[in-house]
């Protein structure tokens, strides 16, 4: 009853001083007396709550809460979190509140144009301030004591800190419900803390629901945090939303400006986080964390976005990274989306003798993609061996990628050396590095695939197809290049029907939309096996396949794009085979078709040139043969046809067919009609020996010839 | 977890976990399981329950057409009960573990596939046929409700970069061998998308099969050890006593490695608050980052990485409140705090 008064007196008070507001001295003078006077409310009222316990003498500038708070924040200070949390579960919150609401409130009206941060009781603290600093405290050593006990009551108490938390940021809402928050300072650290500390408290309770939306809350109300504390919650948020697994909906839209950034999941909200951190480092708001940007890279990684987070990296300023890091990091970026002269480059610099040039990874990239274009294996090579010699002997593992990497240069560069000598050394050196690396670590299929490629290049088949069979065991035929190898090797062992029978399997284990490859392998085998009418059917059904991908891709993007085979090499597939089997007419239809897709393209000219030469019009298919080889400088068949067609047009023309035939022969070694019509050039020429040494190699590179080069494997 | 479930649906549970006993054999499961409140969640909780299964599912023979077990999961599944389609969920490691180790073998294992393909159709079927999840990233131009951009409101929206963070799900009615890391992958995201509710035990399944699949290879460990020591403790059932089998490397392309890394980044850095399963996750992090090196896949390599060097970093604490200006009172403060306490007690 009494205490009912008493409140209403002070209400009273407040409203006196929101009367008189502008002379600031009285108004000082009035706020001494109304906090005196709650003073002392307060005291009697806590008598009157802790009846009969209360021994201390009247007149205590503490009251019952604020004495509670003091000493539990002493025994926290002191590390005793038990003692500290006995006792503060005296205090009681609401009744507490209820009576601060006005002393604090009265302080709004007050507050222009002055700074109010000086209460006038400097020395102690605002009452009402010291108690929710003690449930903040209270919720702080629930937390702490979470932590620490190792029972499944470990929820039970995170979850009380959560709530007890959570009653300090509602009584602090509740207290501003008008005007703009302006709190003494003290009161705002605790109000900083808790709300950092409510969606942890949350968290380690398992409830992450709340945990969600009490950091969209501590993120998106009125806190008037600082640019700190605000950076921190929304870290641990972006980490939250990655890694959680929490289904939360997305935030309000109520108050969306157009145009703005709604995002739509936790990833999109993860990310839009991490960059706002990020910017605000950028501008100076915030000190440097590297975690950010590791996150940063997690999620842009994951959402297969390298390009843009070299963006970010590159915007990263210097003193950060060192740079051989960030080129190394931007290389791999720039690999990813497939710019490989850009990657390479940043890895040249990185690599410098002055920079880190014996930084292993680095090294391993650098040969990765220099083994994926020939006109950079030598420089592989270099950087490869590198690699190897500064691995330690006790890593296996990096020795044996280095290894795999070192083979595959070398092996590409045995294509494009001049000298039979040297090709021969480099094709045994590629074996070798590849024997090295699988001893080293016998579980890597792509090595096994790697190597069973370069058998076959070889033309050392019963070797490749073991490799290939290998590939299929460890794969458990899941990659459908490995059916492939398996089909192409049976298929230059001249094993057809075999070689029939891996595509069938290949096409069981095959979705219907990545048929195309398997099916055009299928159409190239029937063809092989003299039975056109099957190798048309295959087609058609390959057509088909196409078509369908065409009419769908409109809806589902270009996802189908990598594996397919396209319309275009369809219709010249089936030209080809029309005309081998001198079906003119329809040969030239689908050869108008394969142009209409292409317009220049060196197979389909040499196709032309093939028919021309057939019906006798030799001169036309010579320069059908030569626009061919203009189109594509190392295009092989038309140098061959080229060569034959000069071969057959008398002595006179043999030095010239020679020439274009070892042309071809120095680009291709294994192309056996390459073979076959420079030793008719040889037999014109009178040079018996030569001829026979060279139809030789055409009959046995006739026996291992495959259906399809085997560099439509890699 | 004990919330609205129907009695419709409890009677369900019921069933499910009376069937299960009867899989499973006489004295596997606990007798109290099906008698409790909320039989759905004790068979999502129950370590005896996950002991059993799991231990059945890793033993020798399992996931065959014939199945029992795969039977019931699948039929678990199919009853449409949220509460029991998350307890299936529970074993989507050890079943995608065993059944991808098993099939690179070539192994007839028509149990696990019905199983994986069923769980495979709920999740495109929750997806929407032919949609791709996606991730619009976005463009700090665009103000936001986190930031002001500086733009005039009058210009254009900036344009944003879409990612696709999922292809498509299309219908797959027989589990194809070169479409099986795409099936596998999709159960993995539908497991994800329900980590939150997933027992810690579930989880660590999870990054061990992992680390078998990566090839298991740590720097942390130099010997590569054999996987599977931990859960083949003395299982309740005894039925089935584990045989150690040794789980193989898998072909991990991305539409695999990239839902198993999210898992493996959940249990590392995750809310989970257990050390055994932060280490456990960081093995399987470092295990992933040396198998995307052996093929040089650099944004498999760039995520797992910093996978690596996040698990290694300190997280930044919450910083303690600071105790400015010594406390006044002090007298009187001791002379309460031995009432207080007095009164406490």
């Not at chain 1, 009781?121 to 108690?131: C, D, I, K």
């Not at chain 1, 369908?548 to 090499?569: L, Y």
């Not at chain 1, 018996?688 to 259906?707: N, W």
């Not at chain 2, 529970?90 to 070539?106: D, H, I, K, Q, T």
Request: proline share 5%; glycine share 6%; with cysteine.
């Amino acid at each position: 009853m009494a205490s009912e008064a008493e409140e209403g007196g002070e209400v009273h008070t407040t409203e006196m001083t929101t009367d008189d507001s502008p002379p600031s001295i009285v108004e000082e003078k009035e706020e001494k007396v109304v906090s005196t006077e709650g003073e002392i409310v307060k005291t009697s009222d806590g008598n009157a709550q802790e009846s009969g316990s209360s021994s201390l003498p009247e007149g205590l500038s503490l009251n019952y809460e604020e004495a509670r708070a003091l000493l539990g924040r002493l025994e926290f200070q002191k590390g005793n979190v038990e003692a500290a949390l006995c006792v503060f579960d005296g205090i009681d919150l609401q009744a507490a509140i209820q009576r601060f609401q006005p002393s604090l409130a009265d302080k709004t009206p007050s507050k222009k144009g002055q700074p109010k941060s000086e209460s006038p009781r400097s020395g102690t603290q605002n009452p009402a301030t010291l108690v929710l600093e003690a449930i903040y405290l209270k919720s702080l050593s629930l937390q702490k004591l979470g932590k620490s006990t190792v029972t499944n009551k470990i929820l039970v108490k995170h979850a009380e800190a959560a709530n007890q938390c959570k009653s300090v940021l509602d009584s602090v809402e509740s207290m501003f419900q008008n005007g703009p928050p302006n709190i003494e300072q003290k009161l705002q650290e605790t109000v900083n803390k808790s709300v950092e500390l409510l969606p942890e408290a949350w968290k380690q309770a398992g409830s992450h629901q709340e945990a969600l939306a009490s950091y969209r809350c501590a993120l998106l109300s009125q806190w008037n945090l600082d640019e700190e504390c605000c950076t921190r919650i929304q870290k641990r948020f972006a980490a939250f939303l990655l890694y959680s697994s929490v289904e939360g909906s997305p935030p309000n839209l109520a108050s969306q400006v157009e145009g703005s950034f709604v995002p739509k999941n936790n990833i999109e909200e993860a990310i839009l986080l991490l960059m706002i951190v990020l910017k605000k480092w950028y501008q100076g708001k915030t000190h440097w964390d590297p975690s950010v940007m590791e996150h940063l890279t997690y999620a842009l990684s994951l959402c297969d976005q390298p390009y843009v987070l070299a963006k970010h990296i590159e915007e990263v300023l210097p003193g950060i990274y060192p740079r051989t890091e960030r080129w190394y990091t931007l290389a791999l970026c720039y690999y990813a989306v497939g710019q490989k002269e850009d990657a390479l480059n940043f890895l040249r610099k990185s690599l410098n003798k002055h920079e880190n040039p014996n930084d292993i990874m680095a090294l391993l990239l650098a040969t990765k993609i220099c083994s994926e274009e020939r006109h950079l294996s030598s420089e592989g090579v270099e950087y490869a061996r590198r690699a190897i010699i500064h691995t330690k002997s006790s890593d296996a593992h990096m020795k044996s990628m280095g290894l795999h990497f070192l083979g595959n240069c070398l092996g590409k560069k045995s294509k494009i050396v001049s000298s039979d000598h040297q090709r021969s050394l480099l094709q045994s050196e590629t074996l070798k590095s590849f024997t090295e690396s699988i001893a080293l670590d016998r579980h890597n299929p792509d090595l096994i695939f790697d190597m069973g490629v370069e058998y076959a290049e070889q033309r050392n088949m019963n070797a490749a197809l073991r490799c290939a069979k290998e590939f299929i065991d460890a794969t458990g035929g899941s990659v459908s290049k490995g059916w492939r190898l398996l089909a192409l090797v049976l298929s230059a062992q001249q094993r057809y029907p075999e070689a029939e029978v891996a595509t069938n399997a290949a096409l069981d284990e095959t979705a219907k939309w990545d048929q195309g490859s398997l099916l055009s392998l299928k159409a190239k085998l029937k063809v092989a096996q003299s039975s056109p009418m099957e190798a048309v059917e295959a087609y058609r059904a390959l057509l088909a396949l196409v078509q369908a991908q065409k009419n769908s891709s409109g809806s589902c993007k270009a996802n189908v794009e990598d594996d397919s085979v396209s319309e275009f090499e369809i219709w010249q597939g089936l030209a080809n085979l029309y005309s081998g089997l001198s079906y003119w007419r329809d040969a030239d239809i689908c050869l108008q078709k394969a142009r209409a897709l292409k317009s220049y393209s060196a197979a389909t000219l040499h196709a032309e040139g093939y028919m021309l030469e057939a019906r006798e019009q030799n001169k036309e298919a010579l320069a059908a043969y030569v626009n061919a080889f203009s189109i594509e400088l190392e295009h092989v068949p038309s140098k061959v046809a080229i060569g034959a067609l000069l071969c057959k047009q008398g002595p006179k023309y043999l030095p010239a067919a020679r020439c274009f035939l070892s042309d071809a022969l120095r680009i291709e070694p294994t192309n056996r009609m390459a073979w076959l019509h420079l030793g008719k050039v040889h037999k014109n020429d009178g040079r018996i020996a030569d001829a026979a040494d060279c139809f030789q190699a055409s009959v046995m590179l006739e026996e291992s010839d495959p259906v399809e080069s085997f560099k439509s494997l890699s | 977890m004990t919330s609205d479930a129907s009695p419709q649906s409890i009677q369900s549970a019921k069933a499910a976990v009376e069937s299960l006993a009867a899989v499973l054999g006489g004295g596997a499961l606990p007798d109290t399981l099906a008698s409790g409140d909320d039989p759905a969640a004790a068979l999502l909780h129950d370590g005896g329950v996950a002991r059993a299964v799991v231990g059945r599912l890793r033993g020798a023979g399992s996931g065959v057409g014939n199945d029992g077990l795969c039977r019931w999961l699948y039929d678990a599944f199919q009853s449409n009960l949220p509460e029991l389609q998350l307890a299936v969920l529970r074993f989507v490691p050890a079943l995608a573990g065993v059944y991808m180790s098993r099939a690179v073998s070539r192994k007839q294992l028509a149990g696990f596939e019905a199983v994986l393909l069923a769980l495979y159709a709920h999740a495109a079927a929750q997806r929407g046929a032919g949609e791709p999840e996606t991730v619009a990233l976005p463009n700090l131009a665009n103000p936001s409700v986190y930031h002001d951009a500086k733009v005039p409101p009058k210009t254009k929206a900036a344009e944003l970069d879409v990612a696709v963070l999922s292809p498509a799900l299309e219908p797959h009615g027989t589990m194809r061998a070169t479409r099986r890391a795409r099936i596998v992958g999709a159960v993995l995201e539908l497991y994800h998308g329900k980590l939150a509710l997933m027992p810690i035990s579930s989880k660590l399944d999870f990054c061990e099969f992992c680390v078998a699949w990566a090839g298991n290879r740590s720097k942390l460990d130099d010997k590569p050890r054999i996987a599977a020591p931990a859960s083949s403790e003395p299982d309740g059932g005894g039925a089935a006593a584990a045989t150690e089998e040794k789980w193989r490397r898998v072909p991990l392309p991305w539409e695999l490695f990239q839902p198993a890394m999210r898992i493996v980044a959940h249990c590392l850095l995750g809310p989970t608050g257990s050390d055994e399963l932060k280490a456990q996750a960081a093995r399987a992090a470092e295990c992933l980052y040396w198998r995307a090196a052996e093929t040089m896949d650099a944004r498999a390599l760039l995520a797992t990485r910093s996978l690596v060097r996040l698990s290694q970093m300190m997280e930044e604490p919450i910083p303690e409140p600071s105790f400015s200006g010594g406390v006044e009172n002090m007298a009187e403060l001791e002379a309460m705090r031995a009432n207080i306490l007095s009164t406490k007690n």
